[in-house]
């Protein structure tokens, strides 16, 4: 970059040109840790149902810190108190809210460490840069922990409508092409405001709420909980359960990444603390340790891991049948049964133990919007109104009832 420039310029095809200054934040950017990213889909194993839902948290998290500098812009052209400091902090703070994502984002969150969840991995590296960038990071760590005064600059990193949700809908909609996950982004950021320490929406930004929740729900039926997009999770969670199956059982199983061989061998806890052993392996894992190993793996003596990782490689995926109840016992032995009988035609082990790795229960769920804890306001005549009281949007109470469904994730050759 010529020395004469004094910001760098990302194209992004969500949101436009990007423009980071230098300084603090483009120092991380160009940080191993944030780098990393790039090497981490945002959308997992999405890309196998959406074939262009390629792009990666690195992608997410620009596109985040984008938004946060222009609602910080709208809120300071409103008069609302923010020094530099904090306007920095903020930004670093949505910058690396995600950084603790591991392999294909959450499908393995809690496959390879125990007790745990990125949001902890995100604030133990956070501690880790402080430490490397002579603490200029404390405020962004305040902001995000949610312990410094000004409560609304939290509000914009994690609360109900934050500038995490209103990128990854939109990124999520562009390449999935999924246009009912669109949002009217920059009416939302235009109508935001700073009410008694809190962020509330103008009256005039109400439809574009709404919108915004609708969006919510639309994208989690047809995404991130597409009936493919679950049977490729429990696919791959299914491998992995298989390794640590075959290591507690004393059998000798090759790896092709130190690092994934560290937090499947020693099956590491965050119930106390995250180790710095364990930041500098997880900061080292990315997709590309899992794609490897399951290459790596379908030359495996053990059949079982072999068809398991073959049939990841390949795409030749479970299938996904969903119930109107909780299924019954009757339910899942006759799928047990059906199973045994289909892996001993394809001359695999089918016992009951090598049986249940090619079936799962289990339940989805997702809330599109959580009023009775975390409210989006409207702000009626100086007043702020919780949005599912506001006026015209009666029918919004609907979406905050959860949506529970059962569903088994078996061979295709099972008839349910």
């Not at 306007?87 to 499908?107: C, F, K, M």
């Not at 009416?187 to 809190?198: A, D, E, S």
């Not at 364990?278 to 997709?287: E, F, P, V």
């Not at 809330?367 to 702020?384: F, P, R």
Request: charged share 25%; with cysteine; hydrophobic share 40%.
């Amino acid at each position: 970059m010529d020395k004469s420039t004094r910001y760098k310029i990302f194209n992004d095809p969500v949101h436009g040109f990007i423009t980071v200054p230098k300084g603090i934040i483009l120092r991380l950017i160009d940080h191993p840790y944030i780098q990393r990213l790039r090497r981490v889909r945002q959308l997992g194993l999405g890309y196998l149902v959406f074939p262009a839902a390629e792009h990666s948290r690195f992608s997410h998290a620009l596109g985040a810190l984008e938004l946060a500098k222009r609602v910080l812009n709208n809120l300071l052209e409103k008069d609302t108190t923010i020094t530099k400091k904090e306007y920095e902090g903020t930004l670093i703070a949505i910058l690396l809210h995600d950084v603790g994502h591991g392999p294909l984002s959450h499908t393995l969150e809690h496959t390879l460490i125990k007790d745990f969840n990125h949001e902890q991995m995100s604030l133990a590296i956070m501690k880790e840069l402080n430490k490397e960038f002579d603490g200029e990071l404390d405020t962004a760590i305040a902001i995000f922990t949610n312990q410094y005064k000004k409560k609304f600059l939290h509000q914009l990193i994690s609360s109900q409508l934050d500038l995490d949700r209103l990128d990854y809908l939109s990124r999520d909609s562009f390449f999935t092409g999924v246009s009912e996950g669109r949002i009217g982004i920059n009416r939302i950021l235009k109508t935001m405001r700073v009410h008694k320490g809190n962020i509330v929406i103008e009256k005039k930004g109400i439809y574009a709420i709404e919108n915004y929740i609708i969006a919510r729900r639309l994208m989690y039926m047809q995404v991130y909980l597409h009936k493919t997009v679950l049977s490729a999770d429990a696919l791959i969670r299914a491998v992995f359960k298989r390794i640590r199956d075959l290591l507690d059982s004393g059998f000798e199983l090759n790896f092709a990444s130190d690092s994934l061989r560290y937090f499947m061998q020693d099956q590491p806890s965050a119930k106390k603390q995250i180790t710095g052993k364990m930041i500098k392996a997880y900061t080292s894992l990315d997709d590309y340790d899992i794609y490897l190993n399951i290459k790596f793996w379908t030359q495996s003596n053990d059949k079982i891991l072999a068809e398991l990782c073959n049939r990841f490689l390949n795409r030749s995926l479970f299938r996904t049948t969903f119930f109107d109840n909780t299924p019954s016992e009757k339910d899942h032995e006759e799928i047990k049964k059906q199973t045994k009988l289909s892996l001993k035609k394809l001359g695999l082990p089918h016992d009951d133990e090598s049986a249940s790795y090619f079936y799962s229960f289990d339940q989805s769920y997702s809330e599109a919007y959580k009023y009775q804890n975390e409210s989006i306001w409207i702000l009626e005549n100086e007043n702020a109104v919780e949005f599912s009281k506001a006026a015209d949007t009666k029918n919004i109470i609907a979406l905050t009832e959860p949506v529970v469904k059962n569903y088994c994730v078996h061979l295709k050759q099972v008839k349910i």
